[in-house]
């Protein structure tokens, strides 16, 4: 990943279209290389777990809509979705100097999931507790991540419930930093699978609450 690392730094110093094109054989060399990579924990992943699919980032950056208009990300990132309906959530490995990470949950449920959530948090908040307290589970990620989606309560939710700093996220993710030492080492792709699997047990619970109703009769 040196190689990758040293390309970004320059990118991120040189953002611009004309020295992108300049040294555009180099990126495609790079791209190829991670391809390579990303489908090696894809292939590997699958060991364990159910997946519908690989999602290798682009470089380039959509600029319409956007405040920031360097054409070029400064970092690289592969996603890996599981096979739904049954099996939800997604992962995520994002590569970039001095802010790697692995990651992985719900970054943006639709409308129907995120109320199923919140309701599930609002009746009993249990299991959740005891997957994000486990030793493995605060050993790689410290807690449960994601925004708010309201400052006091979603619509029809008590803001006093106990549960509210759950029940008012409107994302729920994990997230474990990455040095660049640690990018750099020969068991990073072993790291890597194994920050996968540690997000197993709330991927499996969130599963479960997202192919029940509320009686905990299955949807499908």
Avoid: C
Avoid at 33 to 49: G, V, W
Avoid at 98 to 116: E, I, T
Avoid at 124 to 149: A, C, M, P, Q, R
Wanted: zero cysteines.
């Amino acid at each position: 990943m040196k190689r990758e690392f040293e390309f970004l730094k320059q990118l991120k110093e040189n953002n611009n279209r004309a020295w992108f094109s300049e040294h555009k054989p180099e990126y495609d060399s790079i791209v190829k290389e991670n391809k390579i990579f990303f489908n090696r924990i894809y292939a590997e992943l699958q060991n364990h777990d159910r997946l519908e699919g690989i999602h290798i980032f682009r470089i380039y950056n959509d600029v319409r809509f956007s405040r920031d208009k360097t054409p070029y990300k400064t970092h690289f990132g592969v996603g890996f979705s599981r096979t739904k309906p049954m099996f939800r959530g997604g992962y995520y490995l994002h590569l970039e100097p001095d802010n790697s990470f692995v990651g992985g949950g719900f970054w943006a449920p639709n409308n129907k999931d995120l109320f199923r959530i919140r309701k599930e948090f609002e009746t009993d908040t249990t299991e959740i507790k005891n997957i994000t307290s486990n030793k493995t589970f605060v050993k790689y990620f410290g807690e449960l991540k994601g925004e708010d989606g309201v400052k006091t309560a979603p619509k029809g939710f008590d803001k006093n419930h106990p549960a509210i700093d759950l029940i008012r996220k409107k994302q729920y993710v994990v997230v474990r930093n990455l040095s660049d030492k640690e990018v750099f080492s020969p068991g990073f792709q072993k790291e890597v699978i194994a920050t996968f699997l540690a997000m197993r047990p709330f991927f499996d619970y969130m599963s479960e609450v997202l192919t029940t109703d509320s009686n905990g009769e299955p949807l499908f």
